[in-house]
T-cell receptor
């Protein structure tokens, strides 16, 4: 069974469009995250949600908005897409402090 | 703030060679340390972890020891295989609490040639 699943796996869109990426985890974890991985494989945390409350927002532009309808889901909505948004976006979850993160397989976003 | 420094890649080795990927960290408190592996086109998978000083994490022939005195967590494997080709990330848990996620190094691309 897939623990953390993201959809879609690939997303190609034009500048200025609005798009969403969905994430679901069936591990019962309280905390979920969005990470962005750039072309050099560098991983940067974007958001953290703990029991549906936003905990941190690492200077991400407000075009990016996380939405968590319940603690098993954390979706990422992006408005007015820009070329620089092209990257792989990973959803992750974990049960608590000092525990490993469980990652989804990523969504490769390409903005043309 | 917390940070993780890994050796730059790519690292290219022949099959059956000995592998070391260096990782050092800066953190307040007592973080847990992790190695993750990312195969092409996939997400990150936990490879091993250590939660306190002198702990040794091991999995699939890889191992790493939590060295508090040198703030290091170097990844080693005695005999690499072509299937080990991937990107390896060293990471530490946030010292600020559970919702800080992990702080990752920049990743080391490992290429194993037959």
């Amino acid at each position: 069974d897939t623990a953390v699943s993201q959809t879609p796996k690939y997303l190609v869109t034009q500048m200025g469009n609005d798009k969403s990426i969905k994430c679901e985890q069936n591990l019962g974890h309280d905390t979920m995250y969005w990470y962005k991985q750039d072309s050099k494989k560098f991983l940067k945390i974007m958001f953290s949600y703990n029991n549906k409350e936003l905990i941190i927002n690492e200077t991400v532009p407000n075009r990016f908005s996380p939405k968590s309808p319940d603690k098993a889901h954390l979706n990422l909505h992006i408005n007015s897409l820009e070329l620089g948004d092209s990257a792989v976006y990973f959803c992750a979850s974990h049960p608590g402090p000092n525990s490993p993160l469980h990652f989804g397989n990523g969504t490769r976003l390409t903005v043309t | 703030g917390d940070s993780v420094t890994q050796m730059e890649g790519p690292v290219t080795l022949s099959e059956e060679a000995f592998l070391t990927i260096n990782c050092t960290y800066t953190a307040t408190g007592y973080p847990s340390l992790f190695w993750y592996v990312q195969y092409p086109g996939e997400g990150l998978q936990l490879l091993l972890k250590a939660t306190k000083a002198d702990d040794k994490g091991s999995n699939k022939g890889f191992e790493a020891t939590y060295r508090k005195e040198t703030t290091s967590f170097h990844l080693e494997k005695g005999s690499v295989q072509v299937s080990d080709s991937a990107v390896y990330f060293c990471a530490l848990s946030g010292s600020g609490g559970g919702a800080d996620g992990l702080t990752f190094g920049k990743g080391t691309h490992l290429i194993i040639q037959p």
